[in-house]
């Protein structure tokens, strides 16, 4: 679905690029606003992530070599995504000779958390397929979110414990693992938001204080976040319908 929000946040002309999930994620902001492009595409994200930024520089009415930059998602998540959006990015990047920044997927989780409820305190939890969930713990300071539960991939049962109450459970890991996770963490979470993904426009307002400080890479540095070692699926696996 195409958005056009209206919101000039900032004059840095950027676009963010999302592709870890089932949702193919983009969003492009210029002075004339900001334009994002969100849809389930599932396999298809391949095939029409080029198509798509070049109807989004067409409405922005902008030329990639004019941007400051481009943002890409790190993952983790499913494999094929992470490669698509990290690869268009190293592309388009070394093309219009542009500085990059990735953003983890679990980071802008908490952001999108933090933009729809305010929460300061975020358990993010992806489904991670194969039984298992990316995991971390995000707080909200003022410099910015601090992990202080890090990425890492694991059952459902044994996501690690944190301190305090007053948690928000954000990704589709609480609606897979639901009476799991609820379990785990009892009455410290106070708030479940399992449709929250990780979105281009969260990882815009996450990557501008990053390129204002300089804080960026050339094309060819940009890299996934796997999180997970396993970048394959045996023969029986994929029988079994069984993802990455």
């Avoid at 030329?63 to 790190?74: N, Q």
């Avoid at 990425?151 to 897979?176: N, Y």
Wanted: charged share 15%.
């Amino acid at each position: 679905m195409w958005q056009n929000t209206g919101l000039v946040t900032h004059t840095m002309k950027l676009l963010a690029i999302e592709s870890s999930t089932e949702t193919l994620s983009l969003a492009l902001q210029t002075q004339a606003g900001l334009v994002t492009f969100d849809e389930v595409t599932g396999p298809a994200a391949s095939q029409r992530i080029l198509p798509e930024i070049q109807r989004l520089l067409a409405q922005a009415g902008v030329a990639l070599s004019e941007l400051d930059g481009l943002v890409y998602g790190a993952g983790p998540g499913a494999f094929t995504g992470v490669r698509v959006a990290v690869g268009v990015t190293q592309g388009l990047a070394f093309g219009a000779q542009l500085p990059v920044v990735g953003i983890s997927a679990v980071l802008a989780v908490a952001e999108s958390a933090w933009q729809a409820t305010q929460s300061e305190k975020v358990l993010v939890c992806l489904d991670a397929r194969m039984g298992e969930v990316y995991h971390a713990a995000m707080v909200r300071q003022a410099e910015g979110w601090l992990a202080v539960s890090p990425v890492t991939v694991c059952k459902p049962q044994d996501v690690p414990a944190v301190e305090g109450h007053g948690w928000l459970g954000a990704g589709s890991g609480w609606h897979v693992f639901a009476q799991v996770l609820s379990a785990r963490y009892h009455d410290q979470v106070d708030r479940v938001c399992p449709a929250l993904i990780p979105q281009a426009g969260a990882m815009l307002t996450l990557a501008q204080p990053l390129f204002a400080a300089g804080k960026v890479q050339a094309a060819h540095e940009a890299a996934p976040l796997y999180v997970r070692n396993r970048v394959a699926l045996t023969a029986a696996e994929r029988a079994q319908g069984q993802t990455l």
